[in-house]
């Protein structure tokens, strides 16, 4: 970790935080540490509508700003599409509405990654 970055864990918690206050639904936080040089930690919530997957990418970006001062790398999909990615570095954030979670089933590829935080 670079000088001044922020904890990863600290900061997929928040992530995590976030999405709960948002009434995200089944937020899951998966330690990839030891299975993936992609990242730390992933992310996974989904939200009931389009409108829910926009405020929660928009107000994920905002409180993790103002309280950890990071910004995602990129920022890939749109609510539209049923799918956003937000890539902070070490955390990437996965919001999905339920038709594309049920389809990429994200927790099954990562199934050997341990489960820090599941919230219904």
Do not use: C
Not at 8 to 17: F, G, Q, R, S, T
Not at 34 to 62: C, H, K, M
Not at 81 to 110: Q, T
């Amino acid at each position: 970790m670079e000088r001044g970055a922020v904890d990863p864990l600290v900061l997929a918690h928040k992530i995590v935080d976030v999405a709960a206050d948002r009434q995200a639904s089944d937020i899951v936080l998966l330690d990839l540490r030891q299975l993936s040089p992609l990242a730390d930690y992933f992310v996974i919530a989904s939200g009931n509508s389009e409108r829910q997957l926009e405020a929660l990418d928009r107000t994920i970006v905002d409180e993790v700003f103002e309280a950890l001062r990071v910004r995602p790398r990129q920022r890939e999909g749109t609510a539209v599409s049923g799918w956003v990615l937000l890539d902070y570095g070490d955390v990437v954030v996965h919001l999905f509405n339920i038709a594309e979670r049920d389809y990429y089933r994200l927790e099954e590829l990562w199934a050997q990654a341990p489960t820090l935080v599941r919230v219904q």
